[in-house]
């Protein structure tokens, strides 16, 4: 009996090779080198998933490649979000989060990065390199990959450049190749970027932000990303350092400091309450509305002020050859005259002083439905450039060899005294006192 079985088996060997192999078992799903215990898959006939609430034991959860919604609950997880633009959040418990390589980007779609919430414990956040992320436009920066703090219980402290958050737990934040963002709670928080261009908004609370190098983009008081139950965050007093580079910033709820530091920064205060919009040495972009003040701190810079409510938005330019580019958002009764200038250095309207501005010879209209203007000159070389006005202007130079470009309507231009240049653009304008001019249907 045992010699038949050895013998069949013995024949069994033989004959093996002259049939087909038998495939190889599918190797399994693994996450930061575990293997998974729960796997991720798109539902049948779709490309989305289910979102996935882990287990309150330790998970090792892997994603797909669609965008995936992955909670870990409880528990010391890990969690691989794999392509995708991901929510990964770690929950309660020492997590690991990875991102993973996100959807090819190309310059016509919107970008998604992924989002990793680390939650309570001693987390290791990866939110992986997307090389095409490098490309992205300006308006998706604020979708890169991102470490989130919005849902913290208290204030937070994250540093991308040393690769650090407390708060919640002691967690580590794998080096970031290029780009990366951090949202902060509704506490008061200190968040720091890194050398390279960073989105960060620091949403409720008494916030002190610095950008370090890099191009960035950050928001003070960026409230309607919090997404928590229950009240809205504080707004808060915030500080803002651009940094090095070439930064957008935005801000205001509060009483906020935002300053652009070095480069060619964009700052604006969006509903100032006593905030002070700071440029730099560099040509910057400042402004604001309400009771906002704006300096451009040296530089040929280009003060906005916006006048879209109750207060006075004041503007100065400091050092350099600046230029004031009024912007109204208010709903104006028709005929609302709009007076700049005849007080030194004021914008009012129906008498109502609604801006101050100083160190500003060039002055020009970010808004076309603004009433009729009447503007006055300085002493000195004056630009004022009318032509987005949609109504009327009358214009009159002070002295000065200044230059006056004015609207579609039926203008009055005077220069006055000096050497003048002006041009009447649309309209049947007439010209007075001026040396060269152009599109002028009325010399006297």
Partial sequence: MRRTTTLTALASLAIAPLGLAAAPAQAAETCDGKVATIVVAPKPGSFTTDPVVGTPGDDVIVGSAQADDIDGAGGNDTICGLAGGDDLTGGAGDDRLFGGLDEDYSPDDDYFGDTLTPGPGNDHVDLGHDPQSEDLFDLDIGFWDQVSYEDAAGPVAVDLAAGTATGEGTDTIAAITYGGGVEGSAYDDIL???????????????????????????????????????ADPRPGDDVVDGGEGDDDIVGGHGADVLAGGSGDDWLR???????????????????????????????????????????????????????????????????TRVVIGRTRGVVAIEGERVVRFASAPRFGLNSMHVGPITWYGTGGDDVVDLENSNRAVRAYGRG??????????????????????????LGRDRCLRGERLSSCERRR
């Fill in 192 to 230: 720091t970027g890194h050398d390279g261009p960073d989105w960060i908004s620091a949403a409720g609370g008494d916030d002190t932000v610095d950008g370090r190098g890099g191009d960035d983009l950050i928001d003070a008081d960026d409230l309607s990303r919090y997404r928590s139950y229950g």
């Fill in 400 to 425: 000065g060899d200044d230059t006056i470009t004015g609207s579609w309507k039926r203008d009055v231009l005077d220069g006055g005294r000096g050497r003048d240049v002006i041009d009447g653009s």
């Fill in 269 to 335: 205060s969006d509903a100032g309450s006593g905030t002070r919009v700071l440029g730099g040495p560099g040509r910057d972009i400042v402004g604001g509305s309400g009771d906002t003040v704006a300096e451009g701190q040296g530089g040929r810079d280009s003060l906005w002020p916006v006048v879209d409510g109750p207060g006075v938005v004041r503007v100065d330019g400091g050092a350099g050859r600046d230029e004031v580019r009024l912007e109204v958002d208010r709903d104006l009764p028709k005929g």
